[in-house]
Nanobody, 121 residues
Framework: QVQLVESGGGLVQAGGSLRVSCTASGSIFMTNRMGWYRQAPGKQRELVAGITSGGNTNYADSVKGRFTISRDNAKNTVYLQMNSLKPEDTGAYYC???????????????WGQGTQVTVSS
């Protein structure tokens, strides 16, 4: 079994900062790409940022220059540092990871339960 557990969401004023974290645990053989998605009420889930095991990153245009994704491979943890937050950043933030479990033949996507980020104006 593999689990992703997020932490660090909360309520912040516009212009403030938050850091969310996600740790993968369980029967993990290899962790490939990790990323963060978000979903605002009434909207589709969208990619916020992703990072490969080698450290290559990609970001949604709306967060470039404000958000930074990083990871600690030894801890199977991915972080999202969010600065200069805007009300439109509000939503549930979900961790995603491509993980090959012990005994598995290929990597598959796993999701965390989500952590709420609310930015007040």
């Amino acid at each position: 079994q593999v689990q992703l557990v997020e932490s660090g969401g909360g309520l912040v004023q516009a212009g403030g900062s938050l850091r969310v974290s996600c740790t993968a645990s369980g029967s993990i053989f290899m962790t490939n790409r990790m990323g963060w998605y978000r979903q605002a009420p009434g909207k589709q889930r969208e990619l916020v940022a992703g990072i490969t095991s080698g450290g290559n990153t990609n970001y949604a245009d709306s967060v470039k220059g404000r958000f930074t994704i990083s990871r600690d491979n030894a801890k199977n943890t991915v972080y999202l540092q969010m600065n200069s937050l805007k009300p439109e950043d509000t939503g549930a933030y979900y961790c995603n990871a491509e993980i090959r479990a012990w005994g598995g033949y290929a990597a598959r996507a796993y999701w965390g339960q989500g952590t709420q980020v609310t930015v007040s104006s």
